[in-house]
């Protein structure tokens, strides 16, 4: 039987499949060779920094069982799972896609792309998604365009998506838009199918090599790599007892069940013995009432005994079925301890010859060291001025050299706006797109990696009242008819301005409007009274606070913190993410 689940920015295949899986080492030394990356330097015309990048890797992740792809600023990534739960020798994997409009060019970005990718979905620290993140670089950049590896590795299901022309990263900036499949290996493990990242895969041999031939070897990277292996390796061992005690409880089970069936066979021939002697009995007797008698009683007896042999029948063939369980069990745990004693030697090895890089590096001389770290401070002030220079002058409304202009069409009572959204040229003065969509409700908005985020409303029936401004202007003043109460976020398309899709709760029309990462930040109302909410990009309520709040408030940012008023004015400290508070500041 063969399932596929199609998911959304992510694509989950469980199908049909036998392929065996062994490792060519021979061509490792002769074709590893150092890992030189191209990165562009010069100036960005959209500048992107490690909150963009959060942003892209934490919704890929959050949107990976939807059916689409991550549309960001001008950019455009994508995220497939394939998992066949059926074939079990090789590894399924998740795979990163860089279309032709993504606009990552350097291979510190794509690390911090994965590494924030990987915390959303495998729950790593933050310093274990870095190093994962350091080695999937590698080992895609060790294995480019290699069908020839990527097939012997891993499943079927993963295979339909690669391309030889796209698969791994390549070593240059300009090869990586539209070029670029990076698969992060996972694998289940045999006996629970606990689907995890697979941490002794990306340090396989030929990567470790590839890391080798760097001018500091990698050492940390890998002394970091390895203590996860470790922890796997651990982790499978546990697996493995747990299910050594199963059947070890489970054959106790049979035994007892086995010794049941004996006494009910025991007891079930001495019955059979009993109507034999009934019979012999019966046949004695003259007719009359009394053989007749006789004769009823043994054929209850003698279906009292079929049913009783059947009953044992049943029970002996389940006995039997447990024991082939118990025996197959058996084998998937004798695989399971083979394929762990086979990780152990690896990580041995890895670890002999991290000792004798570490011995080689230690030999060298304080002033090649005192350069090293010289080489090392320079590109880390370089990389900050770098960031430095790519924040410089942004303004949170231009995105692209594009303006993103909220233009006020209408304005009713109590802060009730009638807008629209341009986007306009801020050198030539003009405007190169109006959006379709004319009820947005709301005076803020926010950028946020599916689009645009603003308050909407469903306009009703009903007009203002005309009055004219010192400068001579009409504007509407007041507002006749029913007003309009259904506000809801809104998600804008960043190209086209269009409506992509709606939210259903009710948001309070003044509120400001918050994107942090994959969060959304705004105001609701509900009876009477005014509560922060933290909403996901796909407009589902993640967290409200207990305590109502200041319907006018300002919300402000701080670490993992977020500023409010509460009714009393005073400032509320709370969890960026439960909206709990976590203290009160009276000013």
């Given amino acids: 039987m063969k399932k596929i689940i199609f998911g959304v920015g992510m694509v989950f295949f469980l199908i049909d499949s036998d392929l065996a899986l062994d490792v060519d080492?021979?061509?490792?030394?002769?074709?590893?060779?150092?890992?030189?990356?191209?990165?562009?330097?010069?100036?960005?015309?959209?500048?992107?920094?490690?909150?963009?990048?959060?942003?892209?890797?934490e919704t890929?992740?959050?949107?990976?069982?939807?059916?689409?792809?991550?549309?960001?600023?001008?950019?455009?990534?994508?995220?497939?799972?394939?998992?066949?739960?059926?074939?079990?020798?090789?590894?399924?994997?998740?795979?990163?896609?860089?279309?032709?409009?993504?606009?990552?060019?350097?291979?510190?970005?794509?690390?911090?792309?994965?590494?924030?990718?990987?915390?959303?979905?495998?729950?790593?620290?933050?310093?274990?998604?870095?190093?994962?993140?350091?080695?999937i670089v590698y080992y895609n950049a060790t294995h480019r365009g290699d069908m020839g590896f990527f097939s012997s590795r891993y499943k079927g299901v993963v295979l339909r998506f690669?391309?030889?022309?796209?698969?791994?990263?390549?070593?240059?900036?300009?090869?990586?838009?539209?070029?670029?499949?990076?698969?992060?290996p996972l694998s289940q493990n045999p006996l629970n199918q606990a689907l995890r990242l697979d941490t002794l895969a990306l340090g396989d041999e030929k990567t470790i090599e590839t890391l080798r031939k760097e001018p500091d070897k990698g050492i940390e990277e890998r002394k970091e790599l390895l203590e996860m292996?470790?922890?796997?390796?651990?982790?499978?061992?546990?697996?493995?007892?747990?299910?050594?005690?199963?059947?070890?409880?489970?054959?106790?089970?049979?035994?007892?069940?086995?010794?049941?069936?004996?006494?009910?066979?025991?007891?079930?021939?001495?019955?059979?013995?009993?109507?034999?002697?009934?019979?012999?009995?019966?046949?004695?007797?003259?007719?009359?009432?009394?053989?007749?008698?006789?004769?009823?009683?043994?054929?209850?007896?003698e279906t009292a005994v079929a049913q009783e042999k059947k009953a044992l029948e049943q029970q002996k063939q389940e006995v039997a079925q447990k024991e082939a369980q118990v025996v197959t069990q058996e084998k998937k745990v004798a695989e399971a301890e083979k394929k762990l004693e086979q990780e152990k030697q690896q990580v041995a090895k890895q670890e002999e010859q991290l000792k004798q890089d570490e011995t080689e590096t230690s030999r060298t001389t304080p002033e090649a060291l005192a350069k090293k770290e010289q080489e090392l401070a320079q590109r880390e002030?370089?990389?900050?001025?770098?960031?430095?220079?790519?924040?410089?002058?942004?303004?949170?409304?231009?995105?692209?050299g594009k303006l993103y202009y909220l233009k006020i069409n209408g304005y009713y009572?109590?802060?009730?706006?009638?807008?629209?959204?341009?986007?306009?040229?801020?050198?030539?003065?003009?405007?190169?797109?109006?959006?379709?969509?004319?009820?947005?409700?709301?005076?803020?908005?926010?950028f946020s990696s599916e689009g645009i985020v603003v308050i909407g409303f469903e306009p009703l029936a009903g007009s203002g009242t005309k009055a004219t401004r010192s400068d001579g202007r009409d504007v509407l003043v007041g507002y006749?008819?029913?007003?309009?109460?259904?506000?809801v976020l809104v998600m804008l398309n960043e190209?086209?301005?269009?409506?992509?899709?709606?939210?259903?709760?009710?948001?309070?029309?003044?509120?400001?409007?918050?994107?942090?990462?994959?969060?959304?930040?705004?105001?609701?109302?509900?009876?009477?009274?005014?509560?922060?909410?933290?909403?996901?990009?796909?407009?589902k309520k993640q967290a409200q606070t207990k305590e109502p709040v200041d319907p006018n408030t300002f919300i402000s940012f701080f670490g993992d913190e977020v500023f409010v008023n509460s009714t009393t004015k005073e400032v509320l400290v709370l969890d960026k993410e439960s909206l709990e508070v976590k203290e009160r500041i009276k000013p």
């Fill in 495 to 539: 190209t086209n301005l269009g409506v992509r899709y709606k939210g259903s709760d009710t948001i309070f029309w003044r509120s400001f409007v918050e994107v942090r990462g994959e969060s959304i930040y705004v105001i609701i109302p509900e009876k009477d009274k005014y509560y922060l909410s933290r909403f996901d990009l796909l407009f």
């Fill in 480 to 487: 006749e008819g029913p007003r309009p109460e259904n506000y």
């Fill in 413 to 446: 009572t109590d802060g009730h706006y009638s807008n629209e959204m341009l986007i306009i040229d801020p050198v030539k003065r003009s405007v190169l797109t109006s959006s379709p969509y004319k009820s947005i409700g709301g005076h803020k908005f926010d």
């Fill in 25 to 57: 080492k021979e061509e490792l030394s002769k074709n590893a060779r150092r890992v030189e990356f191209v990165n562009y330097t010069g100036p960005y015309r959209s500048p992107q920094g490690m909150e963009d990048l959060r942003a892209i890797g």
């Fill in 229 to 301: 292996q470790k922890e796997q390796i651990a982790s499978d061992e546990k697996v493995i007892q747990q299910a050594k005690e199963e059947i070890s409880q489970e054959k106790k089970e049979i035994a007892k069940q086995k010794e049941e069936t004996t006494q009910k066979e025991t007891t079930l021939q001495q019955k059979e013995k009993e109507v034999a002697q009934k019979k012999q009995e019966e046949a004695t007797l003259p007719p009359g009432p009394e053989k007749e008698k006789a004769k009823q009683e043994i054929a209850q007896k």
């Fill in 381 to 400: 002030t370089n990389i900050i001025k770098q960031e430095e220079t790519l924040r410089e002058g942004f303004v949170p409304d231009i995105k692209g």
């Fill in 162 to 184: 690669l391309s030889s022309s796209k698969v791994g990263l390549a070593r240059r900036y300009t090869d990586w838009p539209g070029k670029t499949q990076i698969v992060i």
């Fill in 60 to 135: 890929l992740a959050l949107i990976r069982e939807t059916n689409k792809q991550i549309f960001y600023p001008d950019m455009r990534y994508s995220v497939i799972r394939a998992v066949d739960t059926v074939e079990t020798e090789k590894l399924d994997a998740d795979i990163v896609e860089l279309h032709r409009d993504s606009r990552i060019f350097h291979v510190k970005y794509i690390q911090a792309l994965l590494s924030f990718y990987l915390g959303k979905t495998f729950r790593y620290d933050p310093k274990e998604n870095d190093t994962i993140a350091w080695f």
